[in-house]
């Protein structure tokens, strides 16, 4: 069964701290390993990583993935009390002959700022 | 773009009763998602549709969940009869691209947040 988990499953900082968070991952076909953020509605999509060691950025959000070692981090420089949510991290597996992603999910790590 | 259409966005309801959610995906895309996400954890899929055809519902409790997209474009889900532990929200996502060949992002709705009593 594929199987992934995050941690820390919650992270109470400081305006201006710097977070890490991490994913780890055991899936059968792997094709992809995606990132969300979800505050109290539907998860917004943040990254999708396919190959080792290629760091995707967006403004002072990074992550990269390690395929031989199984784990993706999700970096946040300078957080701002607006990057207070539920990131989710979800790895896509290829489903059976039909190669369709299939997502699953992590359990979410809560990340509070604090001004 | 308009995004993912849900409705209702709330329901509260008793056991052993039935109740249905709406979902409109976004404009041609052909691939169609139900998950279902307890509070505290992750969203776990319960369906997969391809234009109406099921992917995927090996999560799905079929003894008393059903999904329907009969005509490839909105769906529907129903639980009949509801139970304590069906207590969660509900969410619809959509995706564009059919070609295995390509990745595919997924747009998720705002959710159905159902109670059970």
């Known amino acids: 069964e594929d199987k992934v988990v995050q941690s820390p499953l919650s992270l109470v900082v400081h305006e201006g701290d710097t977070v890490t968070l991490n994913c780890s991952y055991e899936?059968?076909?792997?094709?992809?390993l995606l990132w969300y953020k979800q505050e109290k509605k539907a998860p917004t999509f943040l990254f999708m990583l396919t190959s080792s060691g290629i760091e995707k950025k967006s403004g002072r959000l990074s992550s990269i993935l390690d395929k031989k070692e199984l784990f993706s981090i999700l970096n946040i420089t300078a957080t701002q009390t607006g990057d207070s949510a539920v990131y989710l991290c979800?790895?896509?597996?290829?489903?059976?002959?039909?190669?369709?992603?299939?997502?699953?999910f992590g359990q979410g790590t809560i990340l509070t700022v604090h001004p | 773009e308009a995004g993912v259409a849900q409705s209702p966005r709330y329901k509260i309801i008793e056991k052993r009763q039935s109740v249905a959610f709406w979902c409109n995906p976004i404009?041609?895309?052909?691939?169609l998602y139900w998950y279902q996400q307890i509070l505290g954890q992750g969203p776990k899929l319960l369906i997969q549709f391809q234009n109406n055809g099921v992917v995927d519902d090996s999560q799905l409790p079929k003894d008393r969940f059903s999904a329907e997209r009969l005509k490839g474009v909105d769906s529907t889900l129903k639980i009949q009869p509801a139970k304590l532990e069906d207590s969660a929200v509900y969410l619809c996502a959509s995706s564009s691209v059919t070609d295995p060949r390509y990745q595919e992002t997924q747009y998720f709705g705002p959710g159905t947040r159902l109670l059970v009593l």
């Open positions: 979800a790895v896509e597996a290829y489903a059976g002959g039909t190669s369709y992603g299939k997502l699953t």
């Open positions: 404009s041609g895309h052909a691939t």
């Open positions: 899936v059968t076909n792997f094709r992809s």
